[in-house]
Nanobody, 115 residues
Framework: QVQLVESGGGLVQAGGSLRLSCAAS????????MGWYRQAPGRQRELVAE???????RYVDSVKGRFTISRDNAKNTVYLQMNSLKPEDTAVYYCIAQTDFADYWGQGTQVTVSS
C-alpha cells in the first residue's frame, strides 16, 4: 500500500513563499506521475502541477511562473515550491501519485495566504 505524507503548509502573507513536500513510502520510480492538487472551500479540486517519471512538468495557468514542481528520486519525495503567493492560492493541497492501476492521495496540507 502506497502512503504519501505531505508537509510544509502553513500561514504566509501575500508575496511570500512556501515549499510543500510529499514523501512516498516506496520508490517514486514506480509512479507514472506525481503531482499536487488543491481544493478551496466551495470549489472543485484542481490540478496545480504534475511531474512525470520522465521529469516532464505541467502547471495550471494561474501558477505558471510562480510555482515549481520537482522530485528527488533518492528521497522518494516530490516538492512544490510556491513563490509570490496570493490569497487566491489559499486551499488544502493534496499530493497524488499515479500508476497504471490506481491513484494514491495524501491527507492534505493547508496553505493559507493572508492579504
Amino acid at each position: 500500500q502506497v502512503q504519501l505524507v505531505e508537509s510544509g503548509g502553513g500561514l504566509v502573507q501575500a508575496g511570500g513563499s512556501l515549499r510543500l513536500s510529499c514523501a512516498a513510502s516506496g520508490s517514486i520510480f514506480s509512479f507514472n506521475a506525481m503531482g499536487w492538487y488543491r481544493q478551496a472551500p466551495g470549489r472543485q479540486r484542481e490540478l496545480v502541477a504534475e511531474i512525470t517519471s520522465g521529469a516532464g512538468t505541467r502547471y495550471v495557468d494561474s501558477v505558471k511562473g510562480r510555482f515549481t514542481i520537482s522530485r528527488d528520486n533518492a528521497k522518494n519525495t516530490v516538492y512544490l515550491q510556491m513563490n509570490s503567493l496570493k490569497p487566491e492560492d489559499t486551499a488544502v493541497y493534496y499530493c497524488i501519485a499515479q500508476t497504471d492501476f490506481a491513484d494514491y492521495w495524501g491527507q492534505g496540507t493547508q496553505v493559507t495566504v493572508s492579504s
